[in-house]
């Protein structure tokens, strides 16, 4: 069965990075893109940006643009977002979520909580 | 970007009751639309895409409408299960983008 399976919670320092990482199984990783969202305290969705883990393309939502970064690991059916400069408003669920087509999404993540806190 | 306005934002239904949820979108998205329920401490399930089409797995007492900008999602007969906050999401542009949620409780 298909399984996104998200790194722990983090905690971190103001200003600094963190790479959260979501591996997938159960799927030919390749097939399909693999997309970031956000949510906000319990709040709404925003779309951060999906990677092609075939080609390693990317497209992101301009807001994001300078804040995320989306990498992939094919030897180890792995997609990893990279945030930096970390502020509280990034304090957030972040959820990776696989592409069924045209943007829609079926298998999401459980969620990593990110805490941006000194 | 297109925005998606829900409506309401929160409701509550009784069992067996019908529920319907609003979005509309700032612009014509042509059917692209997706709802996703979202339970307590749970991550984002897909119920419907493409306006109308039941993701699988899905109850039939789930049912999705609409065109142009204006859209619904149905619950035919509300269960207790069906609890949870409900969005809706564009899916026909980039960036995608989601609707504020609706809240549906039990009454």
């Known amino acids: 069965q298909v399984n996104l399976l998200q790194s722990g919670a983090a905690l971190v320092k103001p200003g600094a990075s963190v790479k959260l990482s979501c591996k997938a199984s159960g799927y030919t990783f390749t097939d399909y893109y693999i997309h970031w969202v956000k949510q906000s305290h319990g709040k709404s969705l925003e779309w951060i940006g999906y990677?092609?883990?075939?080609?390693?393309?990317?497209n992101y939502n301009e807001k994001f643009k300078s804040k995320a970064t989306l990498t992939v690991d094919k030897s180890t059916n792995t997609a990893y977002m990279e945030l930096s400069r970390l502020t509280s408003e990034d304090s957030a669920t972040y959820y990776c979520t696989r592409d069924y087509y045209d943007g829609y999404t079926d298998y999401w993540g459980q969620g990593v909580m990110v805490t941006v806190s000194s | 970007d297109i925005q998606m306005t829900q409506s309401p934002a929160s409701l509550s239904a009784s069992l067996g009751e019908t529920v319907t949820i609003q979005c509309r979108a700032s612009e014509d998205i042509y059917s692209g639309l997706a709802w996703y329920q979202q339970k307590p401490g749970k991550s984002p399930q897909l119920l419907i895409y493409?306006?109308?089409s039941l993701q699988d797995g899905v109850p039939s007492r789930f049912s999705g409408s609409g065109s142009g900008t204006q859209y619904s999602l149905k619950i035919s007969s509300m269960q207790t299960e069906d609890e949870g906050v409900y969005f809706c999401q564009q899916g026909l542009k980039y960036p995608l983008t989601f609707g504020s949620g609706t809240k549906l409780e039990i009454k």
């Open positions: 990677i092609n883990p075939n080609s390693g393309y990317t």
């Open positions: 493409g306006a109308s």
